[in-house]
């Protein structure tokens, strides 16, 4: 069986699951809830000067018959008492030597960074997480996104931090920013031992059409919040491959965003994340799912041969580069499995309405469409010359596996875009004729 323990910044962890910084590590007794469900690591809910809530603070995107695609809240840091938190950490750390406790701080001053961060070290805390991505309430107190979203102010307070660092300290990141990776240079600048992203994405959910406010309602009103779930996944994705894939920065990345079952925590391991965490999935699920996560991600290593964990950590970071080094002589095409189609056409009104109107309606007589399958219409027939391989058709079609995209040789070398204005350039060829 693969071994699922990491080394993040010289902390050791039993696997890479962590509790993110939220409602479910709020308390010393959901800590030690998610360590017996097997969670490797919690960051505590952010300790800061307590505030104040309101009712309502959540909502969400559903689509169709899934709940909670995408997670919205306006909710603040701890509203607990700096010192309650701090004596549950040390009691967790007691009862949980072998686990990973991060004390996740927001506060405003350096004599305030170091009377937490010295706190924080005294509890017995592994690590500080610094909350500098939390874009609402906090950022209009010069705190949380106001931070991340300034280079200068993420070095100016990360170096407070490490003036007195006896721990490793994890910079948390906001991807309200047009590019993270300034961010994260700042933080590796200043002498951060280790980034973590995303926090929440800036968005309102929906409008209430009753009272013309927005969810969630606080007496009439409402206010932008910050975005998880599912659907930030793709976002975190790339905001993790940027900073992986920046030449020069080498600290570990926590990953984090839409983080719910064992392949989401693959892909972030395969782009560059040391260790995983996860916050909307367990509000959503409970801590059991961590069980399936582990025993999920073990498999797949096992299938693969891997020994470790750490065998995959940034293994797809190189397949992912700038656009004009793509293969622009590459070809591949859809094809239609008629023993799988339902006829259903929602290829066809794809293609014809909104792609590239090479998907004929044929007589299905003659096409051996599965028993019980033969639909009373005419069926999809791709016209594969004209086809330009964008992949709409297979993207829209109900049936898994029905249409396939598949490689087509080309006699043509490999030419990317740069190549392509070089060889131009250099009047090695002429140009390629546009599309009729
Ligand atoms: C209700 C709620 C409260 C949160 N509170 C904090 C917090 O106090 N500190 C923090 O750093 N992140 C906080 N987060 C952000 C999460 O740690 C995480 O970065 C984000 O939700 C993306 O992960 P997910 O998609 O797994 O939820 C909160 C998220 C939610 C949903
Ligand atoms: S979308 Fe799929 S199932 Fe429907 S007609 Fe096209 S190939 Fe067949
Ligand atoms: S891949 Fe695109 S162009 Fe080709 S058949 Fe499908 S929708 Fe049409």
Redesign the pocket.
Known sequence: MADLSVDFAGIRSPNPFWV????PANTGYQANRAFEAGWGGVVW??IGDPIVNTASR?SAMHLGNTRIAG?N?I?L?SDRAPETNFEEIAEVKRRWPDRVVVA?LMTDTRKNWHDYMKRSTDCGSDAVEL?F??PHGMCERGMGSAVGQNPEVIETIVGWVMEVAEIPVIV?LTPNITSVKHAARAAKNAGADAISL???INSITQVNLDTFAPEPLVDGKSTHG?Y??PA?KPIALNMLHECAADPGFDLPISG????SNWRDAAEFLALGSTSL?????I?HYGFRIVEDMKEGLSDYLDARGCASVTDIIGKAVPNVGEWQNLNLNYKRVARIDYDKCIGCNLCYVACEDGAHQCIDLIDPAGYGLGPGRVPEKFIPQVREADCVGCNLCSLVCPVDDCIDMVELRSEKQPMSWKEYQKRLADGDMDPIPAHP
């Open positions: 993110a910084s939220g409602p809910k952010t959540y997670f809240n909710e840091i996740s909350n991505g939390c948390k995303i926090n929440t910050g998880c779930g930030v984090i965003g839409g983080i965490q996860v916050c909307t999935a509000m």
